[in-house]
């Protein structure tokens, strides 16, 4: 059966129905849906995270305007539909943004408003799109096990050098502007560096007992659907996506959207003059 088991995947995969994606990519030279991730730091400071951000008020006449700044540079990627950090099942966030186009409800300082709600009003956007999933996240126990092995310093270590990456970001903010900021934060290499610290919690777990790698898959489990639910926005070749999200999923998402053939992955780059040092 186990040797039957390749086989039998091959003749699914091929009889399956075409996903518009799928058809997409087979299509030679044809369109494809193109997908914007921006990583951004919690405007709100809500502190839900291990490791927090410490933002000055989005509200200043100063944020204010290095908000507008941004949007600028999100324009030029033309977005059709923006998705937000905003649960998937719950239209809360769909019935606020139908009072901010009726003017009926002013701005918060969170980024879904400040950078999802405003730049879908000046598009002329009738909705937004909510597209997160929540999950269930064995932290505690990946803790559990580096103690109960004598590898608690070794732990403590990693969640040091994880600290330090993100004071960074703390330290970056107060010096510059919001777009500035998020340049920063989407770089390639500081994307890659916050993917490399989940897979180096990976190696704290053993046969019976996958503290680290069971972690790593409920994050990665989590971003998957996550992925999905944006996928599921696609309706023709000619969507362009803006997903506006928690920095700490943007290597995943990138990462789902640069290996999924039925779609263009686009970075903020592209649309903005390079952070300063």
Not at 55 to 80: M, W, Y
Not at 110 to 119: D, M
Not at 253 to 275: S, T, W
């Amino acid at each position: 059966m186990k040797k039957l088991f390749p086989l039998l995947c091959v003749i699914l995969f091929s009889t399956a129905g075409p996903s518009l994606a799928g058809s997409q990519a087979r299509s030679a030279g044809a369109p494809k849906p193109e997908i914007l991730i921006v990583g951004t730091y919690h405007m709100n400071n809500p502190g839900h995270d291990i490791f927090n951000s410490q933002a000055d008020d989005v509200l200043s006449a100063k944020r204010q305007a290095e908000i507008a700044e941004l949007l600028g540079a999100l324009k030029k990627f033309r977005p059709t539909k923006i998705a937000i950090e905003s649960t998937v099942y719950d239209d809360t966030r769909k019935k606020q943004y139908a009072e901010y186009l009726a003017g009926q409800r002013t701005l918060t300082r969170n980024e879904i408003e400040q950078v999802g709600f405003r730049l879908a009003k000046e598009l002329g956007h009738p909705d937004i799109y909510p597209v997160d999933y929540d999950g269930d996240f064995p932290w505690q126990r990946l803790i559990n096990f580096a103690k109960a092995k004598g590898r608690t310093n070794e732990w403590d270590q990693l969640v040091a050098e994880m600290g330090a990456h993100f004071k960074q970001q703390n330290e970056f903010l107060p010096r510059h502007t919001i777009l500035e900021t998020l340049l920063f934060m989407n770089a390639d290499e500081r994307v890659v560096k916050d993917v490399g610290f989940y897979y180096r919690e990976v190696h704290f777990g053993e046969a019976g007992d996958y503290a680290g790698p069971d972690l790593l898959a409920s994050w990665y489990q989590r971003n998957m659907r996550i992925y999905n639910n944006i996928t599921n926005l696609i309706g023709s070749p000619d969507e362009r996506i803006l997903v506006v999200y928690g920095s700490g999923h943007l290597g995943w998402l990138r990462q789902a959207a640069e290996n999924d053939p039925g779609v263009r992955l686009r970075k903020l780059a592209e649309f903005a003059p390079a952070a300063p040092k």
